[in-house]
């Protein structure tokens, strides 16, 4: 429940008790003044009058008013009470470097090797149930996502699944230099590739070249001079 709603339903409360303290805190019948009830009791001795139950009049219902600023249910204050503090969201990446391995020859891979290639390449299996390399910090280096749709792996059905392919995926800025982040996402996809017999493709799923990773190593090295702190 949100605070906006949690607050409409204090208001919403407020308002009933007044209107139940205005339609019954008054007693229909008139009493009898007290000096008269005092004399009837003692005319009639130490018997017992049986007396219908009525609810307190203005004067025996007098309670302590509230403080000033605070109204029923204490609904000022929890108003004015300050949500839970949130972490802004996190900036979209300025760039994304992609490549892929598919099977060969419209095989599938399966899930107990993938994971054993995984792991052999250095990854860990972590967030979102995709794998990671990450540094000493634990901060995410790159990551390794599924080819096949919904995109992450059942960590419980490793025996089970099987996929056309993954790819391999960099954000940036990372906690690495562009190109130390590339050099090991670069070496983890041709060990995987290797490892599974796949094949390593580029963001357009064309065969990755020299020609493609040269490029590639150009635009990450201008990315870092640009990143360099001005002399």
């Known amino acids: 429940m949100d605070i906006t709603t949690f607050r409409w339903i204090l208001i919403i409360l407020g308002v009933l008790i007044i209107a139940g303290i205005i339609l019954f805190?008054?007693?229909?019948?008139?009493?009898?003044?007290?000096?008269?009830?005092?004399?009837n009791r003692r005319t009639r001795g130490p018997q017992r009058a049986r007396r219908e139950p009525v609810l307190l009049d203005e004067e025996d219902a007098e309670v302590e008013p509230a403080p000033a600023g605070q109204g029923q249910l204490d609904i000022g204050v929890a108003q004015s009470t300050p949500s839970e503090p949130q972490a802004p969201p996190a900036p979209p990446p300025e760039k994304i470097v992609t490549l892929y391995l598919q099977a060969r020859d419209n095989h599938r891979i399966s899930g107990v090797d993938l994971l054993d290639a995984a792991l052999k390449a250095g990854m860990v299996f972590g967030v979102r149930d995709i794998f990671h390399r990450t540094n000493d910090d634990g901060e995410i280096i790159f990551s390794m996502a599924n080819l096949t749709e919904p995109g992450y792996f059942d960590k419980s059905a490793w025996n089970s699944l099987e996929t056309i392919g993954v790819t391999l995926f960099m954000t940036l800025p990372g906690p690495l230099p562009a190109i130390d982040a590339w050099n090991s996402m670069l070496a983890?996809?041709?060990?995987?590739?290797?490892?599974l017999h796949a094949d390593l493709l580029d963001e357009q799923h064309s065969a990755f070249t020299r020609q493609r990773e040269g490029q590639i190593r150009e635009e990450l090295r201008s990315y870092d001079r640009d990143k360099l702190p001005e002399s």
């Open 188 to 195: 983890t996809s041709r060990r995987v590739a290797e490892l």
């Open 25 to 39: 805190g008054h007693p229909q019948k008139k009493r009898q003044p007290r000096a008269s009830r005092r004399r």
